[in-house]
């Protein structure tokens, strides 16, 4: 199947440090595309989305930059947290209904 | 914002056995609802879209008569496993998409997934 891992990549940062969490995606003609965060034993929470005709967007803390050209996306964790200790995925939507998950980072925040 | 609940949130039943899994939209009306299927230390994949009054699209090497799914409501989809095995033993998380003409009408909202671990 898609985007199936024997395990997950593993970003560690220092508390107060900037995180970059990178993703490639696989389908050319998606249009849009989402990050979300995963807590242990929870259902994934959206952070940030952002359209094609879009390099970058900026939210709370967070910012996605996306490069069609290379295929490429990224969230951008300003000043990490403890709390923003979690799996992200990024996720892609190709114009219709199904939205598809790439592997997951796992984000380690030391205190 | 918009809230997506399942029930059970974990369930243990023997081999053999069907378990029904529920996805309910509480604040909004969904006519598209995904079930997704995550092993651990792994992503969510993509079992099956369920379509509010007809038969749910499976994607490819997704059993349908293995995952059944029905979505008799705009706010209700659930997902049986029968003859459920060890090997069905995963998280199930079911997601639902909001119509409701505002900025985000793409947005998923995820359900909080369901354990089920096969005896």
């Known amino acids: 199947g898609e985007n199936v891992g024997l395990h997950l990549p593993t970003l560690s940062v220092q508390e107060g440090d900037n995180s970059i969490i990178n993703c490639a995606y696989s389908?050319?003609?998606?249009?849009?595309f989402i990050w979300y965060k995963q807590e242990s034993g929870k259902g994934p929470q959206f952070i940030i989305d952002?359209?094609?005709?879009?390099d970058k967007r900026q939210g709370q803390r967070v910012t996605v930059l996306l490069n069609k050209t290379v295929k490429h996306l990224s969230l951008q964790i300003a000043a990490t947290q403890p709390g923003d200790s979690a799996v992200y995925f990024c996720?892609?939507?190709?114009?219709?209904?199904?939205?598809?998950f790439g592997a997951g980072t796992r984000l380690f925040v030391k205190a | 914002g918009a809230v997506v609940s399942q029930h059970p949130s974990w369930v243990i039943c023997k081999s053999g056995t069907s378990v029904k899994i529920e996805c309910r939209s509480l604040?909004?009306?969904?006519?598209?609802m995904f079930w997704y299927r995550q092993f651990p230390k792994q992503s969510l994949m993509l079992m099956a879209t369920?379509?509010?009054?007809?038969?749910?699209t499976y994607e490819q090497g997704v059993e349908k008569d293995k995952f059944l799914i029905n979505h008799a409501s705009l706010t209700l989809s659930t997902l049986t496993v029968t003859s459920a095995h060890p090997e069905d033993s995963s998280f199930y998380i079911c997601?639902?998409?909001?119509w409701g003409g505002g900025p985000r009408t793409d947005t998923q909202y995820f359900g909080p997934g369901t354990r089920l671990t096969v005896l």
């Open positions: 997601s639902a998409r909001d």
């Open positions: 389908n050319s003609a998606s249009d849009y």
């Open positions: 952002i359209r094609s005709n879009m």
């Open positions: 996720a892609e939507n190709t114009g219709g209904f199904k939205t598809i």
């Open positions: 604040d909004f009306q969904a006519t598209t």
């Open positions: 369920s379509n509010e009054g007809s038969k749910a």
